[in-house]
């Protein structure tokens, strides 16, 4: 586009606002439209209505950006602080602010923004280490003794949660160790602010006020005005809290290291400074129901005891009559005892007399079976007496030493041979010897 210098002579021309911004709209337009930029998103945010604010920076400079909700919806990802994106679309100049803008028209992925991806390579490293890792995370104390509060001076946050605290627990005090919450030195100073309240914790300075939870807390940002909390030492000096600490940084959508290494994140400041404080009027509540239920049960112990008293009483006033009752029931129990010795008794003189009947029928049956076995006995042993045979005509003869001959072989002439009849001995000699 050509400038032609205005003549000296002439009169310099008056613009009117609105036709000066669409002066230079148009002449963006005609200079640079369509235009493809390339950055990482800052500050990104999407209306009710759908459409989508944000601005686009480098190293060098930064431009604000539009998104209607048309282009919007077909968007294939959720963009977020820190991504670096490419997007097409056309310059203008917004008239009612008189800014320049970048209205954009289709975004795509170019990689992950700088200081996201120090970001995601932090929080790796982190979790590896097991600083994310939940066995770690202590519960909150249900009645702190002391809260302690980590954030600016200068902060919404601190109000905020200043006036949770002060409605909520008005009598928990409360100890502020300011650090500031943006900057290149404000992860120094938060770790220093932990550290004054760790010592509280301990009681390490023998200080009155004991704390027994630490709200780390910071208002909305960029991820530019939240990196503070994005610091590897003060994740470390987090991990070392001798007591549990709430992480109320940003706004819901928005995550930090702190977040992960804390013991619970809040969504807000304010959430935050409700974690770990119960109303007042809860614990009130709950004292007058305690008392109820120890006077009713102070009741129910006064009556069984005043009970116990009149049972008492009662025997007192009267001895002879418990006497009298338990006189009876000495003499019911003697005569249950007298009346059972007797029973058992004469069961054991019946056992006994069946006993003697049993053992008589048994002992009579095992002697006549002996003498049956006896008697069969010596008739075997008749049957074999050689006497018998004797007296049949047979002969037992035997030699001079009374071994018995019975093989013609044994006998010679001459021999001395011994008979034995059924009525005596003979002595023979033997003659002569016939083998058959």
């Known amino acids: 586009m050509v400038f032609e210098a205005v003549p000296q002579a002439s009169a310099a021309r008056v613009w009117q606002v609105g036709a000066l911004c669409r002066a230079i709209a148009d002449s963006l337009d005609a200079r640079f439209n369509p235009v493809s930029v390339g950055g990482e998103i800052s500050g990104f945010s999407r209306a009710t209505s759908g459409h989508c604010y944000f601005s686009l920076k480098d190293e060098s400079g930064q431009i604000r950006c539009a998104m209607f909700r048309r282009a ?46 120090q970001f ?7 979790e590896h280490e097991g600083l994310f890792d939940a066995q770690r995370k202590r519960p909150l104390p249900t009645m702190p003794r002391g809260i302690g509060v980590v954030t600016s001076l200068g902060a919404a946050a601190l109000h905020d949660v200043v006036t949770a605290l002060q409605r909520r627990v008005p009598h928990i005090p409360v100890v502020l160790a300011p650090a500031a919450v943006q900057g290149d030195n404000a992860p120094h100073e938060l770790n220093q602010a932990l550290g004054s309240l760790y010592a509280l914790a301990t009681g390490s300075h023998g200080e009155q006020v004991r704390i ?28 070392r809290s001798p007591v549990p600490i709430i992480c109320g940084v940003g706004h819901e959508t928005d995550f930090t290291i702190a977040d992960f290494v804390a013991d619970l994140r809040a ?26 239920r120890m006077r009713a049960a102070l009741v129910r112990s006064l009556d069984r005891q005043a009970q116990r008293l009149d049972f008492v009483a009662t025997c007192l006033g009267r001895p002879s009559e418990l006497a009298s009752r338990l006189r009876l029931r000495v003499g019911s129990a003697e005569q249950r005892m007298a009346h059972a010795l007797q ?25 006549q079976r002996q003498s049956e076995r006896t008697t069969r006995a010596a008739l075997r042993l008749d049957l074999l007496d050689p006497s018998l045979v004797l007296k049949r005509g047979y002969a037992w003869l035997t030699l001079e030493n009374g071994d018995a001959l019975t093989r013609v072989s044994q006998a010679h002439v001459g021999l001395s041979v011994r008979a034995t009849l059924a009525d005596g001995g003979v002595d023979l000699t033997v003659v002569n010897r016939k083998v058959n």
């Open 267 to 292: 969504p807000t400041p304010t959430a935050a400074a409700e974690l770990v404080s119960q109303p007042t009027q809860a614990w009130l509540h709950a004292v007058t129901v305690l008392e109820d």
């Open 343 to 367: 029973l058992g008794l004469r069961s054991k003189r019946a056992d006994l007399a069946r006993l003697q009947q049993d053992f008589s029928a048994v002992f009579g049956r095992a002697l």
């Open 72 to 117: 919007a919806g077909s968007l294939d990802f959720l963009p977020r602080d820190g991504d670096r994106v490419e997007v097409r679309g056309r310059l203008g100049v917004y008239e009612p602010r008189g800014e320049l803008q970048l209205v954009v028209e289709s975004m795509r992925r170019a990689g992950q923004g700088t200081l996201f991806e």
């Open 120 to 126: 995601l390579k932090l929080k790796a490293k982190l």
């Open 212 to 239: 027994d939870v630490i709200l780390l807390v910071r208002g909305g940002g960029a991820m530019e005005d939240l990196w503070a909390f994005n610091d590897e030492q003060l994740a470390r000096t987090l991990v």
